[in-house]
T-cell receptor
Framework: DAEITQSPRHKITETGRQVTLACHQT?????MFWYRQDLGHGLRLIHY???????NKGEVSDGYSVSRSNTEDLPLTLESAASSQTSVYFC?????????????FGQGTRLTVV | TQLLEQSPQFLSIQEGENLTVYCNSS?????LQWYRQEPGEGPVLLVT?????EVKKLKRLTFQFGDARKDSSLHITAAQPGDTGLYLC???????????FGKGTRLSVIA
């Protein structure tokens, strides 16, 4: 069965370190998204990609970067981790982007920056 | 500014009760999706509504898209503990733009 997997599920890192969260999907979807979920803020879009070598900034992109070298993977990098980036991160993929397209989510990565 | 406002934020009810949660916006959306998220998991799609005034039923869940396509509601009949979770609405817009998510309604159904 097709799926979307995130790794690691839990990560503790120190302030200032570079951290990369992995996202791998086997749906063969062109579109992939990274969100962070925080109490009181819901799901906020960080970065997204509509295909290989395409990346776009979301509403909370500062301090994060992504690269898309193949269809299956969209790793999220925190260049210099900050305590404000402690959150649960979700990766999603979809066949389309806007109307009528279902987003399939991974199980999330809980990141703690100490 | 939050494009999609969900209410209530929290809801705790007894098993067997009925409830309605709302998703409102000042913007028009091409489609409205509802997702449910359980603890430790990612959101999972429940339904998509695309036509103003559309009503869809999924067992005990009834979803409605407002006539002006600016709001939606989710009604649960005879809630069960298995309905517990975070309910998120997401709006789709025309063109190739990402979904916009509301902050969610956290539902707790007590046996």
């Amino acid at each position: 069965d097709a799926e979307i997997t995130q790794s690691p599920r839990h990560k503790i890192t120190e302030t200032g370190r570079q951290v990369t969260l992995a996202c791998h999907q086997t749906w063969n979807h062109n579109n992939m998204f990274w969100y962070r979920q925080d109490l009181g803020h819901g799901l906020r879009l960080i970065h997204y990609s509509y295909g290989v070598h395409d990346t776009n900034k979301g509403e909370v992109s500062d301090g994060y970067s992504v690269s898309r070298s193949n269809t299956e993977d969209l790793p999220l990098t925190l260049e210099s981790a900050a305590s404000s980036q402690t959150s649960v991160y979700f990766c999603a993929s979809s066949a389309g982007a806007g109307m009528n397209t279902e987003a399939f989510f991974g199980q999330g990565t809980r990141l703690t920056v100490v | 500014t939050q494009l999609l406002e969900q209410s209530p934020q929290f809801l705790s009810i007894q098993e067997g009760e009925n409830l309605t949660v709302y998703c409102n916006s000042s913007s028009v959306f091409s489609s409205l999706q509802w997702y449910r998220q359980e603890p430790g998991e990612g959101p999972v799609l429940l339904v998509t509504v695309v036509t103003g005034g559309e009503v869809k039923k999924l067992k005990r869940l009834t979803f409605q898209f407002g006539d002006a396509r600016k709001d939606s509601s989710l009604h649960i009949t005879a809630a069960q503990p298995g309905d517990t979770g975070l309910y998120l609405c997401a709006g789709g817009r025309s063109g190739n733009t990402p979904l916009v998510f509301g902050k969610g309604t956290r539902l707790s159904v007590i046996a």
